[in-house]
């Protein structure tokens, strides 16, 4: 069957710049220099949002595109070679941050012991949270969950059985377990509305700042990356062992923040999910790697903690914000009306 165009998904527009390599990517995605993309500077900032940007439009380019953009930008030579010093900054990067990982084992155990005394931005929300904070907090959330799972699909044909069928019998499940309209990412999206935010794919990116973007671009990068196979395990674990005490969390604070039923479904869907996809992607997924010979296990400890450090990132910038009385976004959102 030959989808039709309006059958397809629309593609978001292009953001605006936010420095030297991202505006130079997007000139040369609108057609204006098709081929002299600049050398990546040698003090560019992985962490920094013009870099992050740059990054992230070249991974949309594997996901729904551009309006605009041609689809062959998707293999450009020159654009992939950009793309790979970006992610060479980039992985450095979180190489750096996580150091030489421990063993398995001992990455797997911190995941599930959540610490006491907590105070992320699930907790924050709950306890103290306005609802302007949780509109911001599902802006940061968009670029994932409009697309959630998608990332995670790449590991699919690169993983042996029986590891290959217990991730796609999980990613089922995401994708709505044959309801369509069930799949997290269409529940995100009625949450987005359901707070009065814009649930088109990709509406706020200019409003999402660069560690946000950081979040997605680690499952990107390892997706996109046979070599990264088992990071990307080791992300994907560590998203669904420690989603279900944070989620319970968000449903909570999003209840009381005035969130309908259907404006909190999405995180009530995810307490119960995750919960049984932790124990999936453990037993199921990830000791049947284990035990063939040659598993990466310290890539699936470096993704798992990579991931983490992301997320932290994120976390600190966000409660930093709100702390300080100011917009977590780059730009503030517009009053509900």
């Known amino acids: ?35 002299p993309l600049p050398e990546l500077p040698p003090a560019a900032d992985p962490w920094g949002d013009d870099l992050q940007l740059a990054l992230y439009v070249c991974y949309e380019l594997h996901y729904r595109g551009f309006a605009g953009v ?32 421990p063993p398995l084992a001992e990455v797997l155990a911190g995941l599930l012991a959540e610490p006491p005394d907590g105070d992320g931005p699930s907790h924050h929300l709950l306890a103290a949270g306005t609802r302007a904070q949780a509109r911001e907090y ?3 959330r968009s670029p994932y969950h409009l697309k959630e799972a ?5 590991a699919v044909p690169r993983l042996p059985n029986p590891a290959k069928a217990a991730l796609v019998a999980v990613q089922y499940d995401e994708y709505g377990a044959g309801r369509p309209e069930r799949a997290h990412a269409e529940l995100f999206a009625a949450m987005m509305a359901d707070f009065g935010l814009d649930p088109a794919y990709g509406a706020y990116l200019d409003a999402v700042p660069g560690p946000a973007l950081a979040v997605v671009n680690t499952m990107s990068l390892f997706g996109l990356h046979r070599s990264l ?8 674990a560590a998203v669904e062992i420690t989603s279900p005490p944070g989620a319970a ?24 999910a995750d919960a049984v996809h932790e124990q999936l992607v453990r037993h199921t997924v990830i000791d049947p790697l284990v035990a063939r ?7 699936i400890a470096f993704g798992a903690l990579a991931y983490g450090r992301a997320e932290d990132r994120l976390a ?14 780059r730009t503030p959102l517009p009053e509900e009306d």
């Open 138 to 140: 599902l802006v940061h």
């Open 70 to 101: 041609d689809d062959a930008w998707e293999w450009s030579p020159a654009l992939l070679a950009l793309r790979a010093a970006l992610e060479e900054v980039f992985l450095s990067a979180l190489r750096r941050e996580v150091g030489t990982p």
């Open 316 to 329: 600190a910038h966000q409660l930093d914000a709100w702390r300080a009385g100011a917009s977590s976004l």
């Open 249 to 272: 969390r968000l449903a909570a604070a999003f209840e009381r923040l005035g969130g309908s039923p259907r404006g909190t479904l999405f995180y009530r869907e995810h307490v119960l």
């Open 150 to 154: 998608d990332p995670q699909m790449w």
């Open 229 to 236: 196979r088992g990071a990307l395990v080791g992300q994907f």
């Open 293 to 299: 010979p040659g598993c990466p296990e310290r890539d």
């Open 1 to 35: 069957m030959t989808l039709t165009p309006d059958v397809l998904p629309a593609a978001p527009p292009l953001p605006a710049p936010r420095g030297p390599l991202s505006a130079a990517v997007l000139s040369a995605l609108l057609g204006r220099d098709r081929y």
